[in-house]
C-alpha cells in the first residue's frame, strides 16, 4: 500500500512555522537586562567599604545593586576618620514603570547602569594627652553623677492630731439624808361633815343622827 506524500503547499508552511519557532527562540535568548554597577573610590584607597552595613571589600571596588534610592555607604581606615554617607541613587528614565517592563524584557542587548562615587577621607586629628586625660575625667565625673541616686525630698512635717480625751467620768453624787418625815394628813373620819365651826354666834350645832329630825 503506498503513503499519500505531502504536498508542497504544507510543506511551505511548516517552513514557515519553523522559523517563526526560531525567531522567537532568539529573542527570548537576546531579551534585554539591565546591569547596575556601583564603583567606589577613596582618596587614599584601601578603606574598608560597607554599603547598607554589609562588608563589600576596601577601596577601589565594584558591586552590582539591584534597587535604586538612598543608600548607606561607610568608609573605615585606620588613621582616617570614619565616612558615612546617605548616598542617592537616582532611578533613571528607562526603569520607570512602565518603561522598565520595556527595557528589562523587550530590548535586546544588555543596557549598563554603571555609577561611580568618590569619596575624600580626613585625617584623623590627633589628641594632646593631657586634654584626653581632662576627656576622660569629665566623662568619668559624669558617669558617677548619673549613677548617684537622687536625694529624696525632705518630708514634709504633718501637723500632729490630738490625742482623744476620755469621756468625763461620773462620779455617783450622794443623796441627800433623810429628814424628819412631815406627818401624813390624817383622813377624816367617816359620817356627816360639819358645814358650820362651832361657836360661830354662841351657837353650837349637833349633828343629826341618822334618820332623825
Known amino acids: 500500500m503506498r503513503t499519500a506524500r505531502p504536498t508542497a503547499p504544507l510543506l511551505d508552511r511548516l517552513a514557515a512555522w519553523r522559523w517563526v519557532v526560531v525567531a522567537a527562540c532568539l529573542c527570548a535568548v537576546a531579551a534585554g537586562c539591565v546591569r547596575r554597577r556601583m564603583f567606589i573610590r577613596s582618596n587614599p584607597p584601601g578603606a574598608l567599604v560597607y554599603v547598607d552595613d554589609y562588608e563589600i571589600g576596601r577601596t577601589p571596588i565594584a558591586t552590582n545593586f539591584t534597587y535604586y534610592g538612598n543608600r548607606k555607604i561607610r568608609l573605615v581606615k585606620d588613621g582616617y576618620e570614619t565616612l558615612t554617607v546617605l548616598q542617592p541613587v537616582p532611578t533613571p528614565w528607562y526603569e520607570i514603570p512602565p518603561l ?99 361657836g360661830i354666834g354662841g351657837h353650837r350645832v349637833h349633828p343629826l343622827p341618822p334618820g332623825g329630825r
Not at 138 to 165: F, G, K, N, Q
Not at 168 to 177: D, G, H, I, N, T
Open 100 to 198: 522598565d517592563f520595556v527595557s528589562e524584557n523587550l530590548i535586546p542587548g544588555e543596557i549598563r547602569d554603571e555609577r561611580v562615587f568618590n569619596y575624600q577621607m580626613r585625617p584623623q586629628a590627633i589628641v594632646p594627652p593631657d586634654e584626653l586625660l581632662s576627656k576622660g575625667e569629665a566623662l568619668r565625673r559624669e558617669t558617677h553623677a548619673a549613677a548617684a541616686p537622687t536625694p529624696a525630698p525632705p518630708a514634709v512635717p504633718m501637723p500632729a492630731t490630738p490625742a482623744p480625751s476620755p469621756p468625763p467620768s461620773r462620779v455617783p453624787q450622794p443623796l441627800p439624808a433623810p429628814g424628819p418625815s412631815a406627818p401624813s394628813p390624817t383622813p377624816p373620819a367617816a359620817g356627816p361633815q360639819l358645814l358650820t365651826p362651832p
